[in-house]
């Protein structure tokens, strides 16, 4: 099936826009900025309104729309904690939120990934505290993040996780990889196995946009480790 043609048919019936989350798309999109596919803005929308999370994590914030995304059709009681690493996208991110009636609902915090996480997950106001993570960022290190990830995420919460299909280079065999892209592809089947098999986790690989991991933390995680 071309994707692309199924892309642009899923996206062609979307009609509930928000003016200012179209203008920050198109603008992220015409200077090459990574955001979500078109295709996930209403994915997480009914996500959003499923499980109504009070607190959000994203990991990668890029210039902010995602998270202005979540912000936008959640419960204006939620907040979102989203972290970034690059100096350029952090303060266009400020701008971005700062611009809108959002802001006050969404803390950056700027620094990589791996380091921010572990503060977070050991400071006893964010760990455990989280109804839902959004994994957006540099694909090879999910597998990484994950152990971090689920100390922050309550018991009964969801996880998604973008790019997981890698634009279906993950269904190849790794001789059709180019080299350069072999660690990310290992890595990224690494990940997918983890969450397949881990007993405290139920996730659902969806072939959505560049391919969308669902994974919800089951209650008795802490039982099961
Ligand atoms: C795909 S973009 C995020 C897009 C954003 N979620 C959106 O849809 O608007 C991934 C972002 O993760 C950031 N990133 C990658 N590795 C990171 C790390 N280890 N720590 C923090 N940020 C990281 C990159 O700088 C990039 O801006």
Known sequence: ?????????????????????????????????????????????????IVKPGRILEVGTATGFSALVMAAYSDPSCHIVTIEKDPDRITAAREHFSGTD?????????????????????????????????????????????PLVKRLMKPGAIMISDNVLQEGNLLESKYLIPRRDRTIYKRMRDYLYALKHDPALITSILPLGDGVALSYLREDSQAIG
């Open 102 to 146: 959002m802001a006050d609902r969404i803390r950056l915090i700027p620094g990589d990934a791996q380091e921010v996480l572990e503060m977070l997950a050991n400071d006893p106001e964010h760990a455990c505290g989280y109804d839902m993570v959004f994994m957006d960022a540099a694909k090879a290190q999910y597998i990484h993040f994950l």
């Open 1 to 49: 099936m071309d994707r692309q043609r199924l892309s642009a048919f899923i996206n062609a019936f979307d009609t509930d826009r928000d003016p200012l989350l179209t203008q920050l798309e198109l603008e992220s999109i015409s200077q090459g900025i990574p955001i979500i596919r078109h295709e996930m803005i209403s994915f997480l929308q009914v996500i959003l309104k």
